[in-house]
């Protein structure tokens, strides 16, 4: 292995904390420099993810790649051991554009607050701490990522956000570190129960699929992590923080909490309960599938009575994650495919549609669709329709991108793996198809209620300045990749295959 594919991860998960620092040495005053250095030590990274992009062995490698593993806490047995797999490779990439092009937003629109280059430090550590939790292979190193990125983002919501941010930043801080707390308190047991003593996580799950957990320790032991991962993602009834949250955090928080925080969680099921807990995983999936059917369902009906459009597009994220976890749930090859295809895709859509209802607040100052009054297509025509064409993304109608996710995701349902409830899962498909005719009506009925009609009267002397050079420069990427994944899904699917196939092997998948 040369230097290169040891240094490359470590390199791109690093570089934007050390921007980090540099940012936070800067005199006061020097704002605009700050700015660009979160550009440019985000772009960094991304041209390192880019390079590995290139590196990368597409269908002949199975195993972790780039990698580095050397002893890091002796004492604990702790290594610092970094890789990328397919699963991980399509979520590092994501987090690394998403990152780049919030920097590239801030360039020219910066929430309120304190301190700009107090706000660029944070979100550059945030990045740090998103990438790394999706290529790190030792349970402890994993929590210490998973964790970096929860102060950030609570001073985030808290001193940028909107008006009720306190609470929201609260209670933001107070979920995640409870379900933390259990998480952490998983992992150790991981580590004691295991034989012998491990914290990496291809150690374990090689120990794990051999039997090596008895099932009520793993019972136990699943119960504990499901707590961490499913108020991340989150699951319902974890998931009342992320509606305050989103509506108060600035656009930037939004984006980065929508497009790349949830997907933490998805990914800590894929990778550490599912793959390291399979005996377990498989008595837990029934509870994980009903409470991914409800969560589809409510989250639909709960959009149909919003009024505030951020507000909205927050509760539509707990639907499509619902589909993550349902596909998770099937233990199956096809399942776990669609799950990460789902977390990609909804990344890309949901990251983008917050960007959008960021620029029509700053336009507007309101959310509320009532006082929006529709004309939006008329008043900025290129808002408009990226907006429109958006949110029909999101649609899951074929061959959008939120289709081959979600109805794959129902695919693996009707056929889930061995020992799984046929009955169970097919009944929850069939909640989860309803979940999608729901989600078309809400997002059709909110095109209708902000693009169309005339423009109300009240905003005929307001000054609506269509989309500005640095949004269509921050978002089209985000419109390419959306394009991209619709019209080829091979994009995605030929990263995830073999892993995911390697992965659900342990668990008969």
């Known amino acids: 292995m040369s230097g290169w594919d040891q240094a490359a991860l470590s390199i791109a998960v690093f570089l934007p904390?050390?921007?980090?620092?540099?940012?936070?040495?800067?005199?006061?005053?020097?704002?605009?420099?700050?700015?660009?250095?979160?550009?440019?030590?985000?772009?960094?990274?991304?041209?390192?993810?880019?390079?590995?992009?290139?590196?990368?062995?597409?269908?002949?490698?199975?195993?972790?790649?780039?990698?580095?593993?050397?002893?890091?806490?002796?004492?604990?047995?702790?290594?610092?051991?970094?890789?990328?797999?397919?699963?991980?490779?399509?979520?590092?990439e994501l987090t690394l554009l998403l990152s780049f092009l919030c920097a590239v937003y801030t360039t020219k629109i910066m929430p309120s607050g304190p301190s700009v280059k107090a706000f660029v430090a944070l979100v550059l550590l945030l990045e740090t701490g998103m990438a790394g939790t999706f290529v790190a292979f030792d349970l402890i190193l994993f929590i210490a990522f998973w964790e970096m990125v929860l102060i950030p983002m609570y001073f985030v919501i808290g001193l940028w956000g909107s008006g009720n941010r306190e609470y929201a930043a609260t209670k933001f801080l107070l979920y995640t570190l409870v379900g933390s707390?259990?998480?952490?308190?998983?992992?150790?047991?991981?580590?004691?129960?295991?034989?012998?003593?491990?914290?990496?996580?291809?150690?374990?799950?090689?120990?794990?699929?051999?039997?090596?957990?008895?099932?009520?320790?793993?019972?136990?032991?699943?119960?504990?992590?499901?707590l961490g991962f499913a108020v991340k993602v989150p699951m319902w009834p974890f998931h009342t923080w992320?509606?305050?949250?989103?509506?108060?955090?600035?656009?930037?928080?939004?984006?980065?909490?929508?497009?790349?925080?949830?997907?933490?969680?998805g990914y800590g099921f894929i990778r550490i309960a599912f793959g390291i807990l399979p005996d377990a995983a498989r008595s837990w999936a029934p509870v994980l599938a009903v409470l991914a059917g409800i969560a589809i369902v409510y989250a639909s009906l709960a959009c149909l009575a919003q009024r505030d459009l951020k507000r909205l597009i927050a509760f539509s994220s707990v639907g499509h994650m619902g589909f993550v976890i349902l596909g998770i749930a099937t233990m199956t090859t096809v399942g776990v495919n669609a799950a990460v295809f789902v977390m990609v895709a909804h990344g890309i859509i949901t990251g983008l549609l917050f960007f959008e209802v960021g620029s029509i607040y700053d336009r507007y100052h309101t959310r509320d669709i009532g006082e929006l009054g529709g004309g939006l297509a008329k008043a900025m025509p290129h808002l408009g329709w990226v907006f429109a064409a958006t949110c029909i993304a999101s649609l899951g109608l074929p061959p959008l991108p939120g289709f081959w996710g979600e109805v794959l995701s129902m695919f693996s349902a009707f056929h889930p793996g061995p020992g799984l409830s046929v009955a169970l899962f097919r009944t929850v498909m069939v909640f989860a198809g309803i979940g999608t005719i729901l989600t078309s009506g809400y997002l059709l009925w909110t095109i209708q209620r902000v693009d169309y009609g005339l423009l109300p009267d009240r905003w005929r002397d307001t000054r609506l300045r269509d989309m500005l050079p640095v949004e269509w420069v921050s978002w089209g990427p985000l419109l390419a990749g959306m394009l991209a994944v619709a019209v080829w899904p091979a994009i995605v699917f030929g990263i995830t295959n073999d892993a995911v196939s390697a992965l659900t092997r342990l668990f008969g998948g």
């Open 17 to 92: 904390a050390l921007g980090a620092i540099v940012v936070g040495f800067l005199p006061r005053g020097r704002d605009a420099l700050a700015r660009w250095l979160g550009v440019a030590f985000t772009g960094g990274a991304l041209l390192v993810g880019i390079a590995m992009l290139f590196g990368f062995h597409y269908g002949a490698h199975v195993g972790l790649q780039f990698e580095i593993n050397v002893n890091w806490i002796t004492a604990i047995g702790a290594h610092y051991h970094l890789g990328v797999d397919g699963i991980s490779l399509p979520l590092f």
């Open 242 to 265: 992320l509606p305050d949250a989103h509506t108060e955090a600035p656009t930037v928080g939004s984006v980065l909490l929508a497009g790349i925080l949830l997907k933490m969680g």
């Open 181 to 226: 707390l259990f998480m952490l308190l998983g992992f150790l047991g991981m580590f004691f129960f295991s034989h012998p003593h491990s914290f990496e996580i291809p150690v374990l799950q090689k120990f794990g699929a051999a039997g090596g957990f008895s099932h009520g320790v793993g019972l136990l032991l699943f119960g504990a992590v499901f």
